[in-house]
């Protein structure tokens, strides 16, 4: 008997484990996997009881379940049914509403999830069967009676719903109770010699009933798979999150480097904003004199026509200015000096007026429709210094 209980065991862990393969099923705490159910049905005598026999007299039932599952194929449940008067000719003919009742305790055997494995929710369809022993009570004419009984079930049930919560299952039973030579065994008794289940105390039942499944630790109603990872996928993993550190710390890098550069420009422009504007000792011939011309200028390097940040001094006090004067306009003229090609230096002059008009649109929120370009081509008549005519003017059109 020890060996083939042995025999069993070993062969339920290997075909459930070979049902599962390497996918490990989450959901085995306490409070995990349980439902309640209610169900409803008629049962009718296995022999001939009185003016009853099988299939000649119903008793209608009434019936509630609670259960857990502890694997995806084994759990238990407990059931207690109650068994209704229907008329002179009912089932146990007790002449009391309720006839009997029966509670029992129960193991649950999952099917299709033993041999054809777990899929990580429920199939819509499954089998289950159920076997267990329990208590009865017999009311009214007939001598009370507190008796011991088993039952054995079939469920054919439906899983509903896309998270499979609630599981509808018509299940056929039998129920025997516990004779001793031809005496229904008292549960209380304890004095027997040859205890044994009769089908003249046997019933068939029908009943149709739903189970409420109730929520587990994974977020779901059920069984699911946990997600496995293999060591190399485990370092890559950390291999990516190191690289993401690297990445986030070279960024944490340029940002306190460009807030450096940023302050270090606002002490600049602060400084630029208390020194005077500087006397130019020797001026030669000016294109145009004009009393709007605005005194700060922006100095380019030879050939560029970008603005150095070493100029945006002279852009911001501009920028300032119109931010004081919003009635103003200006007129921003672009030069180049009369080295190179007299076409590239147009170009290049023009080039210089847009890159001013930008620093001022995008940096110092001016309106665009405030400033207009314009392109002087080479000069040397601005100032004796050569180096000093690859420069941007500004002139207050609104004057």
Same mark, same amino acid.
């Given at each position: 008997?020890?060996?083939? @209980?042995? %025999?069993? /065991? ?7 484990a =070979?049902a599962?393969?390497?996918? %490990? ?5 306490t ?7 209610i ?7 296995? +022999? ?5 026999g ?6 209608p039932?009434?019936?509630?379940r ?5 694997t995806? =194929?084994?759990? %238990? ?7 209704f008067?229907?008329n ?5 003919q ?9 509670v029992?305790? &129960? ?21 289950i069967?159920l076997?267990g @022993?329990?208590?009865?009570?017999q009311?009214?004419?007939l001598?009370?009676a ?6 054995a079930?079939l ?6 719903g896309a998270s499979?919560?609630? +599981?509808?299952?018509l ?28 089908s003249?105390?046997g &019933?068939f039942?029908?009943? &149709?009933?739903?189970n409420?499944?109730f929520?587990? =630790? ?6 699911a798979?946990a997600?496995?990872?293999?060591q ?8 990516r999150?190191n690289?993401?550190r690297?990445?986030s710390? =070279?960024k ?22 208390? /020194?005077?504007?500087?006397?130019v000792?020797?001026?030669t011939?000016v294109?145009t004199?004009n009393?709007?011309v &605005?005194?700060?200028? /922006?100095i380019?390097?030879q ?25 103003s306009?200006?007129l921003?003229k ?28 995008s940096?110092y929120?001016?309106a ?7 392109g002087?081509?080479a ?9 000093f005519?690859? /420069? ?8």
């Open positions: 008997m020890k060996k083939l @209980f042995l %025999v069993l /065991v070993a062969a339920v862990l290997t075909t459930s =070979s599962q393969g390497k996918e %490990v099923v989450t959901a085995h705490k409070f995990d996997n349980w439902y309640f159910g169900n409803a049905g008629a049962a009718t005598p296995m +022999q001939k009881w009185g003016d009853a099988f299939m000649k007299g119903f008793a039932s009434a019936g509630l609670l259960g857990k599952n502890f995806t =194929s084994f759990g %238990v449940a407990i059931d207690a049914n109650a068994y008067e229907a002179e000719k009912s089932l146990m007790t002449r009391t509403f309720i006839d009997a009742i029966n029992d305790a &129960l193991g649950t055997f999952n099917v299709f999830n033993f041999f054809g494995g777990y899929l990580g929710k429920p199939r819509r369809v499954e089998l069967a076997g @022993f329990g208590w009865s009570h009311f009214g004419a001598p009370r507190n008796g011991i009984n088993s039952k079930a469920d054919l049930a439906f899983n509903l499979r919560a609630v +599981q509808l299952y299940e056929p039973a039998v129920i025997f109770g516990l004779w001793d030579n031809g005496r229904m065994v008292n549960a209380l008794s304890r004095h027997s010699s040859n205890f044994k289940f009769d003249r105390s &019933l039942q029908l009943n &149709l009933g739903l409420f499944k929520g587990t =630790s994974n977020g779901t109603k059920n069984f798979f997600r496995l990872r293999d190399s996928e485990i370092d890559d993993l950390n291999a999150i690289e993401l690297d990445e710390d =070279s944490d890098r340029r940002i306190a480097r460009d807030i450096r550069r940023i302050a270090e420009l606002e002490d600049s422009l602060e400084a630029a904003k208390k /020194v005077k504007a500087p006397v000792n020797k001026v011939k294109v004199v009393n709007n &605005l005194q700060p200028t /922006v380019f390097g050939g560029k026509s970008s603005v150095d940040a070493a100029q945006m001094a002279s852009v911001a006090m501009i920028a300032k200015y119109m931010k004081n004067h919003p009635e306009k200006i921003i672009g030069y180049a000096s009369p080295e190179g090609n007299p076409e590239l230096n147009q170009k290049l002059s023009v080039a210089r007026a847009q890159s001013v008009k930008d620093a001022l649109v940096r929120g001016i665009a429709s405030r400033l207009t370009i314009q002087m081509g000069t040397d008549e601005l100032f004796d210094e050569l180096d005519n690859r /420069v941007a003017t500004f002139t207050d059109t609104s004057k």
